[in-house]
């Protein structure tokens, strides 16, 4: 059994900053890459930023140089800063982690979302 859960959510003014944390627990082996993604209403999920093993990482291009995407491995931990927050960044943040159990099954997990709303 492997658990994933978001935290840092909340209302933010336009321009301000909010880091979101993910940390995964349970019966794991290896967390391989991690990943955020933000969804609306109507919309589908949509991949914000993701990182691999050891470091490298990969961004939405609307979000490339005010988000940050970074790991603790020691943790099982993932955390997203957001800074110089707009109006459209406003969604529901899911995490997604790609686990290796202790059971030898590797699979996608997801968090239940955090709301992120941006309004001044």
């Known amino acids: 059994q492997v658990q994933v859960v978001e935290s840092g959510g909340g209302l933010v003014q336009p321009g301000g900053s909010l880091r979101l944390s993910c940390v995964a627990s349970?019966?794991?082996?290896?967390?391989?890459?991690l990943a955020w993604f933000r969804q609306t209403p109507g919309q589908e999920r949509d991949l914000v930023a993701e990182?691999?093993?050891?470091?490298?990482?990969e961004y939405k291009e609307s979000v490339k140089g005010r988000f940050t995407i970074s790991r603790d491995d020691a943790k099982n931990a993932v955390h997203l800063e957001m800074n110089n927050r707009k109006p459209e960044d406003t969604a529901v943040y899911y995490c997604?982690?790609?686990?290796?159990?202790?059971?030898?099954?590797?699979?996608?997990?997801w968090g239940q979302g955090t709301q992120v709303t941006v309004s001044s």
């Open positions: 349970g019966n794991i082996l290896v967390t391989n890459n």
């Open positions: 990182i691999f093993r050891p470091t490298s990482t």
């Open positions: 997604r982690g790609n686990i290796l159990t202790g059971t030898l099954e590797r699979k996608y997990y």
